[in-house]
C-alpha cells in the first residue's frame, strides 16, 4: 500500500491535502488528483469517498507519488488555478519529481480542473486524464501538445457527456492527441468509478512523458 499522509492548511495557500507515495519515489511520476464538488470543505476524510483515493485507501498501489488536494468550499478548482499549481510545484520539489512526468486527472468539478490546469498550463503536464468533465472547448488549442485521455458515461444526467464530447472535438480540431472513452449506459456516479476501476487510465498516466516544452500560443492570441 502507498504510503498515506494528511496535513491540514500546511501552506500558504490553504488548501488541505492527502499524499499516498511508495517507499522507494525516487523516479516515479506525480499525479494529482482533483476530487469533485461533494468533497470540498474542511473534512480531509472526504477526499477518499470515490474514484482514484478512495481506491488507494482500500490497498491499491500504484508506482507514484499522489496528491489530492481539497478545494476550499467556497471555491471550484477553475478558480483557484494558481494556488493549486503553486501547491503541485512544491510537491515536485519536495519528491523530486522529473519535469516530463507531472500528470493530472480528476472527477466531475475535477474533470473541469483538469481540462482547466491542462489548458492554463499547457506546457506543465506529460498528460491529463479529466473524467466526467468538460471545460472552455474554444482554448482546447492549448493542449495540442498535452495528450488527454477523457473519458465520461454516456448517461451521465449530471455532467452531460456533450460537455467532454466538445473538448475532445476542439483537441481533435487543433491536431492535439486524444483518447475518448464514452460509457455506454453508465451515469455520473457508475461512469466515474468505472474510469479509475476498469479502463486504462491509471496504467495510461503512468506511460505519459512529456518531450516537447516548447511554447503554446493562447488561443485567440492573434487577436491580442
Given at each position: 500500500?502507498?504510503?498515506?499522509?494528511?496535513?491540514h492548511n500546511?501552506?500558504?495557500?490553504?488548501?488541505?491535502?492527502?499524499?499516498?507515495?511508495?517507499?522507494?519515489?525516487?523516479?516515479?511520476?506525480?499525479?494529482?488528483?482533483?476530487?469533485?464538488?461533494?468533497?470540498?470543505?474542511?473534512?480531509?476524510?472526504?477526499?477518499?469517498?470515490?474514484?482514484?483515493?478512495?481506491l488507494?485507501?482500500?490497498?491499491?498501489k500504484?508506482?507514484?507519488?499522489?496528491?489530492?488536494?481539497?478545494?476550499?468550499?467556497?471555491?471550484t478548482?477553475?478558480?483557484?488555478?494558481?494556488e493549486?499549481?503553486?501547491?503541485?510545484?512544491?510537491?515536485?520539489?519536495?519528491?523530486?519529481?522529473?519535469?516530463?512526468?507531472?500528470?493530472?486527472?480528476?472527477?466531475?468539478?475535477?474533470?473541469?480542473?483538469?481540462?482547466?490546469?491542462?489548458?492554463?498550463?499547457?506546457?506543465?503536464?506529460?498528460?491529463?486524464?479529466?473524467?466526467?468533465?468538460?471545460?472552455m472547448?474554444?482554448?482546447?488549442?492549448?493542449?495540442?501538445?498535452?495528450?488527454?485521455?477523457?473519458?465520461?458515461?454516456?448517461?451521465?444526467?449530471?455532467?452531460?457527456?456533450?460537455?467532454?464530447?466538445?473538448?475532445?472535438?476542439?483537441?481533435?480540431?487543433?491536431?492535439?492527441?486524444?483518447?475518448?472513452?464514452?460509457?455506454?449506459?453508465?451515469?455520473?456516479?457508475?461512469?466515474?468509478?468505472?474510469?479509475?476501476?476498469?479502463?486504462?487510465?491509471?496504467?495510461?498516466?503512468?506511460?505519459?512523458?512529456?518531450?516537447?516544452?516548447?511554447?503554446?500560443?493562447?488561443?485567440?492570441?492573434?487577436?491580442?
Amino acid at each position: 500500500m502507498n504510503k498515506l499522509v494528511s496535513l491540514h492548511n500546511e501552506n500558504s495557500y490553504g488548501i488541505s491535502y492527502q499524499m499516498f507515495y511508495p517507499d522507494k519515489y525516487e523516479d516515479n511520476p506525480l499525479i494529482v488528483f482533483l476530487h469533485g464538488a461533494g468533497e470540498r470543505g474542511t473534512d480531509i476524510s472526504h477526499v477518499d469517498r470515490w474514484a482514484l483515493p478512495r481506491l488507494l485507501k482500500s490497498g491499491l498501489k500504484i508506482p507514484a507519488v499522489i496528491l489530492c488536494p481539497q478545494c476550499p468550499v467556497e471555491y471550484t478548482w477553475d478558480n483557484i488555478v494558481k494556488e493549486l499549481k503553486a501547491l503541485i510545484d512544491e510537491v515536485v520539489e519536495k519528491f523530486q519529481i522529473k519535469k516530463d512526468r507531472i500528470l493530472i486527472t480528476g472527477a466531475s468539478m475535477g474533470g473541469f480542473g483538469t481540462w482547466s490546469m491542462g489548458i492554463n498550463y499547457p506546457t506543465f503536464f506529460a498528460g491529463i486524464a479529466p473524467v466526467a468533465g468538460g471545460g472552455m472547448s474554444w482554448r482546447a488549442s492549448n493542449l495540442i501538445s498535452t495528450p488527454v485521455y477523457a473519458v465520461h458515461g454516456e448517461k451521465d444526467g449530471t455532467v452531460p457527456v456533450i460537455y467532454s464530447q466538445l473538448m475532445v472535438d476542439g483537441v481533435k480540431a487543433c491536431g492535439g492527441k486524444v483518447e475518448f472513452i464514452s460509457l455506454a449506459g453508465m451515469d455520473h456516479g457508475d461512469g466515474i468509478e468505472y474510469a479509475y476501476e476498469h479502463t486504462q487510465l491509471i496504467e495510461w498516466l503512468l506511460k505519459q512523458r512529456r518531450k516537447d516544452f516548447s511554447a503554446v500560443a493562447e488561443a485567440c492570441s492573434e487577436y491580442f
